[in-house]
DNA sequence: CAGTAGACCTGATCGC
DNA sequence: TGCGATCAGGTCTACT
């Protein structure tokens, strides 16, 4: 569910709230949402307790917190509590009487102390994810190939080891379009399928490949081999401008599944041109948006902008 | 190797 | 009211 922008509104909400406390408890309602983590929850539970979060860092909709060991313990290799929140999750920051809150789709709560306890108090942070295709675990971080920050939010040359094979975001300084738009005309797929695809290019889902693929006027089903250069760009260009005017607003939200760590919702599904909007008039032409089925799942296209090409092989 | 269908979950909504 | 089918913002795995 959450894209980029949505994440990296959750990742700026932990930035502000959690970074700098410390571990104190970790309760797992339900095994399956760290089943990505190696130790089962009993050692996803030993490997948080007493460590400080070290900052909160992003790379496509992937969500880190870098663990700082506790001072005197014995360290192993540097370690991130990582997040994805597949299609339904949500990290809250609850303090107070807002602890009290448990949402009847709570997975994970990791209970937090900060230093300056006058000015915070308890605080969680809980995971709710109602599909349960989201996860939380405990990774090692590795280095990255090319020695550049992993990701937005820290400066470490290192991701978890999950996060290996996804590449750079359209957000992030260290991408390089030009490589993405080689990589892109590689492939021998059609077009949305390779904005989706996140060794890629990352943070791209369903929405913002619709709304990109529309700006850019280009057909989900366009062979990728026959995209020109400038085509491409152009498209690379719509998804980041897409994705950024997302995140001035707080991101998309049709519903309060998606919520920043606060619970509030964003207001860009106002600003959708043709997501979820069949039988809607397109905003540039007003030829009616129609809906198609694709890897199962759907694709909106304005019929008269973003023509099928008539040699495509999807 | 690259590309693709299916699996993994829960809940809301719609038509009968 | 109940029941089944369908839909939902993602990614990993196991095929071809």
């Known amino acids: 569910m959450p894209e980029l922008p949505e994440v990296e509104t959750v990742r700026d909400g932990l930035a502000r709230h959690v970074v700098g406390a410390r571990v104190v408890d970790v309760e797992v309602l339900r095994d399956y949402s760290v089943r990505r983590h190696e130790g089962g929850p009993a050692g996803f539970r030993d490997e948080l307790l007493g460590q400080r979060l070290g900052a909160a860092v992003r790379r496509g909709k992937f969500l880190w917190l870098p663990l700082e060991p506790a001072a005197g313990s014995v360290d192993g290799p540097a370690a991130a ?30 209970v937090l102390e900060h230093d300056d306890r006058t000015a915070y108090g308890a605080q969680a942070l809980d995971f709710v994810d109602q599909r349960t295709f989201g996860h939380l675990s405990v990774q090692d971080l590795v280095p990255t190939p090319d020695g550049a920050p992993g990701g937005l939010g820290s400066d470490l040359a290192a991701v978890p080891a999950p996060v290996a094979h996804i590449g750079r975001d359209l957000l992030d300084p260290s991408l390089r379009r030009d490589d993405v738009v080689d990589a892109i005309r590689r492939r021998r797929t059609g077009v949305k399928r390779a904005l989706l695809d996140q ?45 950024t005017e997302a995140l001035a607003q707080g991101g998309t939200s049709f519903d309060a599944l998606y919520v920043n760590v606060n619970g509030q919702s964003g207001y860009f599904s106002r600003s959708l041109a043709v997501y979820g909007q069949e039988g809607e008039p397109c905003p540039r032409c007003g030829t009616l948006v129609r809906r198609d089925e694709f890897m199962n799942r759907s694709s909106y296209t304005c019929p008269r902008c973003q023509p099928r090409p008539r040699n495509g092989r999807w």
């Open 199 to 243: 060794t890629v290019v990352s943070g791209v889902g369903n929405i913002y490949a619709d709304e990109a693929l529309w700006r850019a006027r280009l057909h989900y089903a366009r062979a990728t081999d026959t995209l020109r250069r400038p085509e491409a760009h152009r498209l690379l260009d719509a998804a980041a401008e897409v994705m």
């Open 81 to 110: 509590l990582l997040a994805h929140l597949g299609m339904s999750g949500q990290l809250l920051v609850r303090s107070g009487v807002a602890l009290a809150d448990r949402s009847p789709h709570l997975r994970v709560r990791v």
